[in-house]
C-alpha cells in the first residue's frame, strides 16, 4: 500500500511515509479510499457532517491554528501562549530584524534565552544530519543564529566538521561524551544481559541487541542533559540525522518555551510496542509508590492508563526524536530520582527502556499539561512517523496530515497488543478532541472492517 508523498528539499530520496491508517477499511471515512489517486494527490476533505475546527485565530501568516490540551478548571492561570505568538509571530526576534538598529531608538534589547540545536551523531551519519541541517535552517535558524552542539562518543573528523560548519552561520560546537555516560554500569549482570538481549532479538523491535544501542537510550534519558558543555545553556532543540522539516517557522521557539513557562514540547504522539519494556511500568509504579511527594499536584498520567486493564500503562508516548525543552526540568530532583530509579534496576540493558517512554513518564509525572506543549505547527518527519499542518499555500511542502496519522505506526493494527480507548494524542488534549459522532461505536466501526479511531467529530 502507498504511503502518503512529502515534498521536500535538500535531502537525500526517501521511502514514501507510511501511513498508520493504511490498513482501515471503514467506508465512511471522507478521505476515500486509500488506494486512490486523487487521495494521494490532494489533502483530505473533511465530512460535511458536524464538522468543525477548534475556535482559535490563525496567526503568522501560516494558517496554523494553535491546539492547547484542555486543563482542568484547577489549574493554575499563567501566560497565555495562544496571544504570544499572536503577538511575537512574523520573524519579530530574528537576528535579521533585531540588528537593523531598533536599539538605538530607546528599545530596550530582550534577553535572548541561553539555547541551542542539539543531535547526537556519529561521522558515518554526515549526510544524514547535513539534510537536517539544510532544512532547519532554511526554515528557521538562518534567521535566528542559535549554535548547534554536536556530541559523538568517538572524537568528530575534520571532515564532519568542516562540513557542517559549511552550512550554517551559527557557531558550531563539536563534543565527546564522557566515558561514564557512555557505559555499562557496574551493577549489570552479564548472565541476564545476554539472556535479555536474546529475548529482546526475539520481539523484532530493532537494535536491541547492539549494546550501544542501550548506551544510546541511556544517554538520551538520563545523561544528555549532564555534559559538561551544556552547563551554561536552559533550553535545547533535539536534531536527528534523516530528518525532514517541512514548514516556514516564523518565532523563536526558545523565547516562546521560556516566555509561557513550558518545560516539554512535542509534535507526535503515538504508541510503541509494548513487549520491548515489559517492566517499564512496574518500575515507574513502585517510584510513584516510594516518592509520593515528587509527583506535580496538577500532574496528569490518566491519558497514560487503561483502566479496563488495571491501570495498566497504555504505551503512548512524546516521540522524542523530535523535542523542545528545558534543561534546568531534566536536571531537577524528581526526574533525577526517576531516572536513577530506572537505571539501579538494569532497565536500560536488561529491557529497550527508550527515551521516548521514560521522557513521556517523567514529563507527565513532573510538569503540569499547561507546562507541556504540541508543536503542531513544525510540519516533521523521521523515518516513517510524519506529520503536515494546516497551512497556507506555500509556507509547508507536504500535503494535510490527519491529527491521528502516526497513531499506530510503530504497532499496526493486526498486532495483538491491546491499544487505548482514544489515540495518544487525543488522550493527552482531551476535551472536545475525545467527542464521537451521534451514534457511532468502536466495535461497530470494527465490524465494518474498521479501526476503530474514525468517530471523531474533529479531524
Not at 551544556?230 to 536527528?240: A, F, G, I, Q
Not at 516556514?248 to 513487549?275: C, E, H, Q
Not at 480507548?421 to 475525545?434: A, H, P, Q, S, Y
Amino acid at each position: 500500500m502507498p504511503g502518503r508523498k512529502f515534498r521536500y528539499e535538500s535531502a537525500s530520496p526517501r521511502a514514501p511515509v507510511r501511513s498508520s491508517f493504511a490498513s482501515s477499511k471503514w467506508p465512511s471515512i471522507s478521505m476515500g479510499s486509500r488506494g486512490s489517486s486523487s487521495f494521494w494527490g490532494a489533502p483530505p476533505k473533511p465530512p460535511k457532517e458536524k464538522w468543525r475546527m477548534p475556535r482559535a485565530p490563525r496567526f503568522g501568516g501560516v494558517g496554523h491554528v494553535p491546539i492547547r490540551a484542555t486543563l482542568p478548571a484547577s489549574a493554575k492561570k499563567g501566560p497565555d501562549p495562544i496571544l504570544w505568538l499572536h503577538q511575537n509571530s512574523g520573524d519579530k526576534h530574528s537576528v535579521l530584524q533585531t540588528s537593523s538598529g531598533w536599539e538605538g531608538f530607546g528599545m530596550k534589547a530582550d534577553r535572548r534565552p541561553r539555547a541551542a540545536l542539539i543531535s547526537l551523531v556519529r561521522d558515518n551519519e554526515l549526510e544524514g544530519i547535513m539534510a537536517s541541517m539544510r532544512q532547519l535552517e532554511s526554515r528557521w535558524n538562518r534567521k535566528y543564529q542559535y549554535p548547534w552542539i554536536f556530541f559523538n562518543d568517538q572524537p568528530f573528523t575534520e571532515e564532519f566538521k568542516a562540513a557542517t560548519r559549511n552550512l550554517t552561520s551559527a557557531p558550531c560546537h563539536y563534543q565527546i561524551i564522557p566515558k561514564e555516560h557512555w557505559s555499562m554500569p557496574e551493577w549489570i549482570d552479564e548472565n541476564r544481559l545476554i539472556n535479555s538481549l536474546e529475548y529482546l532479538g526475539t520481539t523484532g523491535a530493532g537494535k536491541e541487541w547492539l549494546i550501544r544501542y542501550h548506551h544510546m537510550h541511556r544517554w538520551n534519558s538520563g545523561f544528555f542533559y549532564k555534559h559538561p558543555f551544556l552547563k551554561d545553556y536552559d533550553w535545547y532543540w533535539r536534531v536527528e540525522p534523516d530528518a525532514l522539516y517541512f514548514c516556514d517557522i516564523n518565532y523563536d521557539v526558545f523565547r516562546f518555551m521560556r516566555d509561557n513557562n513550558m518545560k516539554y514540547g512535542f509534535n507526535m504522539n503515538i504508541l510503541d510496542d509494548a513487549p520491548s519494556f515489559p517492566y517499564l511500568w512496574t518500575h515507574t509504579r513502585k517510584f510513584v509508590k516510594d516518592h509520593p511527594e515528587l509527583l506535580h499536584p496538577q500532574s496528569d498520567l490518566n491519558w497514560l492508563i487503561n483502566p479496563e486493564d488495571g491501570a495498566q500503562y497504555n504505551y503512548c508516548q512524546f516521540f522524542s526524536n523530535f523535542e523542545i525543552g528545558s534543561l534546568n526540568f531534566w536536571r531537577g530532583k524528581a526526574n533525577e530520582a526517576y531516572f536513577e530509579a530506572l537505571d539501579e534496576a538494569g532497565g536500560f540493558y536488561y529491557e529497550r527502556l527508550g527515551d521516548a517512554p521514560v521522557h513521556t513518564l517523567s514529563v507527565s509525572m513532573f510538569v503540569p499539561k499547561s507546562e507541556i506543549w504540541f508543536f503542531r505547527d513544525i510540519g516533521y518527519q523521521h523515518d516513517i512517523n510524519a506529520h503536515c499542518p494546516q497551512h497556507v499555500e506555500g509556507t509547508c511542502q507536504c500535503e494535510l496530515t490527519r491529527l491521528d496519522e502516526n497513531f499506530y505506526s510503530l504497532v499496526p493494527p493486526e498486532s495483538p497488543q491491546k491499544k487505548p480507548k482514544d489515540t495518544c494524542i487525543r488522550g493527552f488534549l482531551g476535551g472536545e478532541w475525545l467527542e464521537k459522532k451521534e451514534g457511532w461505536s468502536a466495535e461497530g466501526e470494527k465490524a465494518l472492517g474498521g479501526d476503530g479511531y474514525h468517530g471523531y467529530i474533529i479531524f
